[in-house]
């Protein structure tokens, strides 16, 4: 007996020593949190050896310091190229990964027998590399064990240690996706009872179209219709789809005084399923502020969605040849729950988007500062410096409208990046509000040289909306998001269709330097951070992390970007 543990044991170590023979091999992402512990997500038994699995490549691109030059050139007012987007071919020609990089990936997967012909497809420009799998395959490619994992029903593979590639190829990868990742699990933000209960408390729901148009002096502004280069669109995960009746009855019941459209012009993916609350508020406040605009509804994964919803997305968006002008996201991660090779390739995709022209607009967050361990927490994508994110707002008084103002709402996500550096845009204005906020938070509890957000914000509290044919409300940044992207979409509507400009593009060199004009700043109000309301940070004249530049003033909005598109 003894004899027999020897020799397992000297089995087990000879593995070990010829795998360091054959090969060293590299963690690409080893500060990725673990799927087993993800808050959400129940951890159940080990996957079988012959379940399929999808796996997605993310080899290195080119030329980033070019791509990043670039955007800002095309982003910038007064840059010789403000303006001239690339189109996706061009975006593809510079960026394309090298003939080194496919190679090294392809011989490893060749080597293994994974076939790349028959079981992998590429994105156009072989940014993305996706393959079909199975779970012992994908187990031995990356040396990792897969479980599956549950939540609200749905169910995923993940592994349950850190992954790891051959040396040879970890130089040509940014990362694996499809083995740590899983989706948050999206916020309910209130239901009919919580709608009746609110109602019958006397709760003024401010927020539906003709109050948000008179809000923004958007007054009976729309778009050009149906025949329209000028296209928005709202981004959907987890399960949110909307009810093409519920749409048409929100339009009739709020649609008054305004042309505008009632159907969405476009579904890229399923919308098949129960309406949600997120898909059913996005679309519909989309469509009453950027009214008479062609609309996409862009849904990703289902239920059952054993890959990363987002990143099926962000690979589906660099796929594509043709992509909306503007785009509203609600959706996000805690930074601390993402590695940050997963957060500066999905920033390098960002700014793919953006020197193509098109505007990504996120919700900052609904937990103010947010707080883990005594620290704040920010959200991904909102703290992307490559991005538009947009925080919250509320009336001062919720029980009479006429005499209320506008002031940051304290659940509207805003702060610091932990990861990304405060972007060169913005240095100036969040200098100034470090110096002269009268009631910072402890220092120890965010980093104060990391990129500031959000941008700017809009209304996030007593949405109307209507879902599955009856009134319900909803607030959050949520709210924030396409209500401030149908504004920018008219601004794009007037510069395409009634001046022969160009869209907005990636909005924050803009905004930072002339758009803030057009931005009513907000000075009260302050968020939550370690604790309750006022434990986060605080409104103050000009930028901060609550409300960013303040919200939109349409008429204002569209004089400036006029102004900045004639000057040259
Ligand atoms: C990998 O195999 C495919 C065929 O399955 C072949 O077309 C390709 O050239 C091979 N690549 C490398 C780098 O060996
Ligand atoms: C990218 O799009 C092309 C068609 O335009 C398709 O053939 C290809 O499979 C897509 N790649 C991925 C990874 O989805
Ligand atoms: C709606 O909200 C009420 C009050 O918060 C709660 O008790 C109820 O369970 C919710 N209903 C659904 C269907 O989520
Ligand atoms: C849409 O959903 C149906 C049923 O759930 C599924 O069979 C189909 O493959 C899905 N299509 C896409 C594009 O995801
Ligand atoms: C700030 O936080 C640190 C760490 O939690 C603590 O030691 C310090 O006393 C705090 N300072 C103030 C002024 O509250």
New binding site residues.
């Given amino acids: 007996m003894m004899q027999a543990i020897e020799l397992l044991l000297t089995a087990s170590v000879a593995l070990i020593c010829c795998n360091s023979v054959l090969g060293a091999r590299v963690r690409l992402e080893a500060d990725q949190l673990l799927a087993k512990h993800h808050p959400d997500w129940k951890q159940l038994g080990l996957a079988k050896p012959d379940d399929d699995h999808k796996l997605v490549f993310a080899l290195r691109q080119s030329n980033l310091i070019a791509l990043e030059e670039k955007l800002l050139a095309v982003s910038t007012p007064g840059s010789p190229q403000y303006g001239q987007f690339l189109s996706a071919d061009q975006v593809d020609a510079l960026v394309r990964p090298s003939r080194a990089s496919l190679?090294a990936v392809?011989?490893w997967l060749?080597g293994t027998d994974v076939?790349?012909?028959q079981s992998c497809k590429y994105t156009k420009a072989h940014e993305f590399l996706e393959c079909d799998v199975t779970v012992s395959q994908a187990s031995q490619l990356l040396q990792v064990s897969f479980y599956q994992h549950e939540m609200d029903g749905a169910l995923a593979l993940r592994a349950n240690n850190h992954y790891t590639v051959p040396a040879e190829v970890a130089d040509h990868l940014d990362f694996v996706g499809g083995v740590h990742r899983l989706p948050h699990r999206q916020q309910r933000l209130a239901n009919s009872t919580q709608y009746a209960i609110a109602k019958a408390h006397g709760v003024n729901l401010q927020a539906e179209p003709s109050s948000l148009r008179e809000l923004y002096k958007v007054g009976s502004s729309v778009g050009a219709g149906e025949e329209n280069k000028n296209i928005q669109s709202v981004a959907q995960f987890s399960d949110e789809y909307y009810h093409a009746t519920d749409l048409t009855k929100f339009m009739e019941k709020y649609g008054t005084g305004f042309t505008h459209m009632s159907k969405v012009a476009k579904v890229i993916g399923n919308n098949s399923g129960e309406a949600g609350l997120e898909a059913s508020l996005d679309i519909e406040y989309i469509m009453a502020l950027g009214a008479n605009i062609p609309t996409y509804f862009w849904y990703t994964g289902g239920k059952h969605e054993d890959q990363e919803p987002f990143l099926v997305w962000i690979k589906a968006v660099a796929n594509s040849s043709t992509i909306p002008n503007v785009i509203s996201v609600s959706y996000g991660d805690h930074e601390d729950s993402l590695s940050i090779p997963y957060m500066q390739r999905i920033n390098v995709e960002f700014q793919k988007i953006g020197a193509r022209g098109t505007s990504l607009l996120f919700a900052s967050g609904d937990s103010g500062a947010g707080c883990f361990e005594q620290h704040f927490r920010p959200s991904f994508p909102a703290t992307s410096p490559y991005v538009t994110a947009v925080g919250g707002t509320t009336l001062s008084s919720a029980l009479d409208s006429s005499a209320s103002t506008e002031m940051g709402v304290s659940f509207s996500g805003g702060g610091f990046s932990n990861v990304f550096q405060r972007a060169a845009y913005q240095a100036t204005d969040v200098k100034k509000f470090l110096s002269t906020s009268q009631n910072l938070p402890n220092q120890s509890c965010y980093d104060k040289n990391g990129r500031g957000f959000p941008d700017v914000s809009a209304l996030a509290t007593g949405y109307e909306i209507i879902i599955d044919l009856t009134p319900s409300f909803a607030y959050g940044t949520s709210c924030a998001a396409p209500t401030f992207s149908g504004i920018i979409s008219l601004v794009n509507d007037q510069l395409i269709n009634g001046h022969g400009k160009t869209a907005l593009g990636f909005l924050n060199p803009f905004l930072y330097a002339h758009g803030f004009a057009g931005l009513t700043d907000m000075a009260h109000g302050c968020s939550q951070g370690c604790g309750d309301y006022n434990t986060g940070f605080c409104s103050t004249a000009g930028w901060d992390p609550v409300t960013g530049l303040g919200t939109p003033q349409y008429p204002t909005l569209l004089e400036e970007a006029l102004r900045v598109k004639s000057v040259r």
């Fill in positions: 190679h392809e011989e060749n076939s790349v012909s």
